[in-house]
């Protein structure tokens, strides 16, 4: 069956640490996106890509970093830099104008 | 730059009960309006979608109706069931766009 796929479920990060959380889709969609989600807020944007070899900053893209070698991988490391990383992450994709597909999210939370 | 806005919740009702959560938005143009549901440690699903002015979206007896006079994509559905229970995102994308906007989102609890 087609799908986003997002592990770990769960990610446990020291302070300093960087950790990197997966998303693997093979629904052949050009454009991927990771979300931020904290209770009581919705959803923020943190990157997304809309090609192989591109990806574009959101709206809290501080204290992350992403590549896009694959189009099927889209990972999404949360470095030292970001102070309040605990939060459940969320990956998704699109193809043209359709909806969002979602993977099942990761929640990250600091030791 | 566009937003949406989505009653607070949580919102607990009653099995059978009418349901009404309410949806604005901000935007240029002509956005695509979506609501997304999220069951416990799940990701989103869509559950309905509406493209242009005064179009309905529909899916398992929720409807909404795309208001461009009101800025409005208010979710309804005639008799909520416990399996209902769920968080509810109001969303928007602009025209040509590739961003997705989320509301903050509504609790709903049903009791039996």
């Known amino acids: 069956d087609g799908g986003i796929t997002q592990s770990p479920k769960y990610l446990f990060r020291k302070e300093g640490q960087n950790v990197t959380l997966s998303c693997e889709q093979n629904l052949n969609h050009d454009a991927m996106y990771w979300y931020r989600q904290d209770p009581g807020q919705g959803l923020r944007l943190i990157y997304y890509s809309q090609i192989v070899n591109d990806f574009q900053k959101g709206d809290i893209a501080e204290g992350y970093s992403v590549s896009r070698e694959k189009k099927e991988s889209f990972p999404l490391t949360v470095t030292s830099a970001q102070k309040n990383p605990t939060a459940f992450y969320l990956c998704a994709s699109r193809f043209l104008n359709e909806k969002l597909f979602f993977g099942s999210g990761t929640q990250l939370s600091v030791l | 730059g566009d937003s949406v806005t989505q009653m607070e919740g949580p919102v607990t009702l009653s099995e059978e009960a009418f349901l009404t959560i309410n949806c604005t938005y901000t935007?240029?143009?002509?956005?695509?309006l979506f609501w997304y549901v999220q069951y416990p440690g799940e990701g989103l699903q869509l559950l309905l979608k509406?493209?242009?002015?005064?179009d309905k979206g529909s899916n398992k007896g929720f409807e909404a109706t795309y208001r461009k006079e009101t800025t409005s994509f208010h979710l309804e559905k005639g008799s909520v069931q416990v399996s209902d229970s769920a968080v509810y995102f109001c969303?928007?994308?602009?025209?040509?766009?590739?961003?997705?906007?989320f509301g903050a989102g509504t609790r709903l609890f049903v009791k039996a």
């Open positions: 509406a493209t242009k002015a005064d």
């Open positions: 935007a240029t143009g002509y956005p695509s």
């Open positions: 969303a928007l994308r602009g025209t040509g766009g590739f961003k997705t906007i």
